[in-house]
């Protein structure tokens, strides 16, 4: 099983990334993916989570920004990002998320910097 995260990069403040997360291994329609970021000296967080029912949440700090989709024929979990902040700045992983189907798995991260 692998996840892999792509799309990250240097964007000035207002700008917009979509991050992409494809996997082998696993089916992601069938399964609850999470995008998650963690900033220097602060802990992991979640940014947003896509059922596989296709409930979403978001964190309040990105809801209105960000969109979390799902592209089944690709096997591909998308993150956009609209009107970034420097505070957006992190380190993103995507997830598959292991409560209600065990194991989880994490991809490796993708790196987001905004600029002011």
């Known amino acids: 099983v692998q996840l892999q995260a792509s799309g990250g990069g240097l964007v000035q403040a207002g700008g917009s990334l979509r991050l992409s997360c494809t996997g082998s291994?696993?089916?992601?329609?069938?399964?609850?993916m999470g995008w998650y970021r963690q900033a220097p000296g602060k802990q992991r967080e979640l940014v947003a989570g896509?059922?596989?029912?296709?409930?979403?949440k978001y964190a309040d700090s990105v809801k209105g920004r960000f969109t979390i989709s799902r592209d089944s024929a690709r096997n591909t979990v998308y993150l956009q990002m609209n009107r970034l902040k420097p505070e957006d700045t992190a380190v993103y992983y995507c997830?598959?998320?292991?409560?209600?189907?065990?194991?989880?798995?994490w991809g490796q991260g993708t790196q987001v910097t905004v600029s002011s």
């Open positions: 997830k598959k998320e292991g409560l209600l189907r065990p194991p989880e798995y």
């Open positions: 291994g696993i089916i992601f329609s069938i399964n609850d």
């Open positions: 896509l059922t596989s029912g296709g409930r979403t």
